[in-house]
């Protein structure tokens, strides 16, 4: 309560993140909250969408950076943008045409493993919840699976904001899909009973806005939408 009566941002926030999220965002969002609030000391846990959810409901979390939906009655949640899926195939494959929803579900596809929700938007992309694919490999991370992938072993899926960090040491081609396109949504929930929700959302708006350049620093409004290497 008294961290909640006060304008500016301190105290020691405890952010939760996804897998899949963390490693490409965390970097820019910590800085940037950080420099302009220098009386934070934040503090993040990395772990599954589920796990977070417990450990917000039991106070060990005060939020977390998520895909949406979460449909937690108990949860606000706020979007903070959007991303595409996109396709890592090894390195000769650079030119070919790009598979739809029907041709990927015959090749050998390279997921994480059960729990992550990129895979389970992955799978519903490819409607493999009643038709299993060829071949379904799963993998401990995005790292993993785009070096396997570089191994000539299958393909993946990757969400873009991961590609300049996995892709640079992997021989693999990485194309975009033609509408519609897989996708997801990321936001941030915490608590409908937190007294903090004033300042969670301030926090929400830093993280939307770090984001949002870090994707244009990557992804400028005239890079190109082909198959690249």
């Avoid at 997921?111 to 895979?119: D, M, Q, T, V």
Wanted: with cysteine; aromatic share 4%; charged share 20%.
């Amino acid at each position: 309560m008294a961290r909640a009566s006060r304008d500016r941002l301190v105290g020691r926030p405890r952010i939760g993140v996804i897998p899949t999220i963390a490693p490409y965002l965390l970097p820019t969002i910590i800085g940037d909250l950080t420099r302009m609030h220098g009386g934070l000391d934040i503090h993040v846990r990395e772990s599954l969408t589920s796990r977070l959810i417990q450990e917000m409901a039991a106070g060990r979390l005060d939020m977390a950076i998520v895909a949406l939906p979460v449909s937690e009655p108990t949860l606000t949640e706020v979007a903070l943008f959007s991303e595409d899926f996109v396709l890592i195939r090894p390195g000769e494959d650079a030119g070919k045409p790009v598979p739809d929803r029907e041709a990927l579900r015959e090749m050998r596809l390279l997921l994480p493993e059960e729990g992550h929700c990129f895979r389970d938007q992955a799978l519903s992309f490819c409607n493999m919840h009643t038709r299993p694919s060829r071949e379904l490999l799963d993998g401990s991370s995005l790292s993993t699976l785009v070096q396997m992938v570089g191994a000539g072993i299958g393909v993946t899926l990757i969400p873009e904001m991961a590609v300049a960090v996995e892709t640079r040491s992997a021989p693999v081609s990485l194309s975009r899909f033609n509408s519609p396109k897989p996708s997801r949504t990321v936001g941030m929930i915490w608590r409908k009973t937190s007294p903090l929700a004033k300042q969670f959302t301030q926090i929400s708006e830093i993280v939307r806005q770090s984001a949002n350049v870090l994707h244009f620093q990557h992804y400028p409004a005239s890079s190109p939408c082909t198959p690249q290497s």
